[in-house]
Each structure stands twice: as structure tokens, then as C-alpha cells.
């Protein structure tokens, strides 16, 4: 899982504050995946998209979160006005052109947010 | 609504001795089910993933088997050592990568 790069791996914001959390897929991979890891919580699905496409968002908060994969550079996750019950690991994972059915997806190493 | 259940939420065992993690699912429709390691602060590293159409996957100590009618699945871990402990997740498949996570065992190998 080496391959899924994410950015910062650590990061700290103040309440209110914009968070931009960035995910460098597998090489050759175009299916991105976000899940977030609340403290002593299972991980969530976020959103699904694909190069400049939102598949599936219905795991996204309906406020101050959004996401881009755009045609080129890493996708975005983008958490704004920061609150504290936001502070959590973010995950993102990408799969092949098979969407990840037939095979195993590969996750990053996780982005750990704080709101202080 | 899919949901995932793992039993039991910790577990502690001598090292070298057998033991069982159990996983069950409420949807039989997946397209299959990984079960994942994290170590605290990292990231997922799949251990073994089911297909829908198979009964169980082994690699190396690890044996991991599906019963997608009755939405059970176990993952075997031989001859347990020190290294093996870790939170243990299992994940089922809907559709390309959107996984549906249970919350985790936490495995404690005792030297």
C-alpha cells in the first residue's frame, strides 16, 4: 500500500481553519476513494470519484466538505471552517480500471487531522 | 443497509496458540470481503480478500473463510506471534471500492 501517497500525514488547524488533505493514487489507477476513521470508530466511506468525476458522495457531510480528482495533480479532500469533531484519520484508497470489484484496493497510510 | 459486525472487540491469547476472528455481515449481496491489518497510526494492509464466489482464502498462517448465505466469515491465524498483534478489520464489498468496515478486533499476542 506503499503506492496510495497521502499529504500532510499529520496535520493541525484551528477551529474555523480550511484543511486540504491530498491523495496521490497507485500509478495507473483512476478510482479514488476517501474514509474517514473517527476515534474508536470503524472506518466510513467518504466519496468515490474518478479522474475529474464525482462517482458516489453519499458518504460526505452535506456541509464544508468537498473533494476533486482533477485531470491532473492528486485529489482533494477539502474540510472547511474546521471543527474539533472533525478531527479524525483520512483515509484514501485507489483501484484499477475494474473499479476495485474483481480485485484488492490499496490504501494510503492516512492523513491525521487535529482541530485544536 | 449493509452493517458489519466483528466479535470479539479485543482479544488476548498466549503466543503460539490458534486462534479465531469472526466477522459477520447482515447483506449477503457483496462482491467480497477483505479482511485488513492497522497497526496504531498507519494505514490498511489487505491480508486476504474473498471473492463472493469462494469459500476461503489461505496465505501463509492466515486462513480466511466466507459463508455469504448465512453472512458469516472467519479469519484463522496459525501459530500466533508477537508481530501478529494489531487491529484486525474485515470489510465487504459493494461496488468497486466502497467498502463497508466492521469496527475491528484488537489482537494482543502475549510473549
Known amino acids: 500500500n506503499a503506492g496510495v501517497m497521502q499529504n500532510p500525514r499529520h496535520l493541525v488547524r484551528r477551529r474555523g481553519q480550511e484543511a486540504r488533505l491530498r491523495c496521490s493514487p497507485m500509478?495507473?489507477?483512476?478510482?479514488v476513494y476517501w474514509y474517514r476513521q473517527l476515534p474508536e470508530e470503524g472506518l466510513k466511506f467518504m466519496v468515490y470519484?474518478?479522474?475529474?468525476?464525482?462517482?458516489?458522495e453519499s458518504g460526505m457531510p452535506k456541509e464544508r466538505f468537498s473533494a476533486e480528482f482533477p485531470k491532473e495533480g492528486p485529489s482533494i479532500l477539502r474540510i472547511q471552517q474546521v471543527v474539533r469533531g472533525d478531527s479524525a484519520a483520512y483515509f484514501c484508497?485507489?483501484?484499477?480500471?475494474?473499479?476495485?470489484?474483481?480485485?484488492?484496493?490499496?490504501f494510503g497510510e492516512g492523513s491525521w487531522l487535529t482541530v485544536v | 443497509k449493509q452493517e458489519v459486525t466483528q466479535i470479539p472487540a479485543a482479544l488476548s491469547v498466549p503466543e503460539g496458540e490458534n486462534l479465531v476472528l469472526n466477522c459477520s455481515f447482515t447483506?449477503?449481496?457483496?462482491?467480497?470481503l477483505q479482511w485488513f491489518r492497522q497497526d496504531p497510526g498507519k494505514g490498511l494492509t489487505s491480508l486476504l480478500l474473498?471473492?463472493?464466489?469462494?469459500r476461503e482464502q489461505t496465505s501463509g498462517r492466515l486462513n480466511a473463510s466466507l459463508d455469504k448465505s448465512s453472512g458469516r466469515s472467519t479469519l484463522y491465524i496459525a501459530a500466533s506471534q508477537p508481530g501478529d498483534s494489531a487491529t484486525y478489520l474485515c470489510?465487504?464489498?459493494?461496488?468497486?471500492?466502497?467498502?463497508?468496515f466492521g469496527t475491528g478486533t484488537r489482537l494482543t499476542i502475549i510473549p
Open positions: 484508497a485507489s483501484s484499477g480500471d475494474d473499479g476495485g470489484s474483481g480485485n484488492t484496493i490499496y
Open positions: 500509478k495507473g489507477h483512476s478510482h
Open positions: 470519484l474518478q479522474k475529474e468525476n464525482i462517482i458516489d
Open positions: 447483506d449477503s449481496a457483496i462482491y467480497n
Open positions: 474473498i471473492q463472493s464466489s469462494q
Open positions: 470489510a465487504v464489498t459493494l461496488y468497486g471500492g466502497k467498502l463497508t
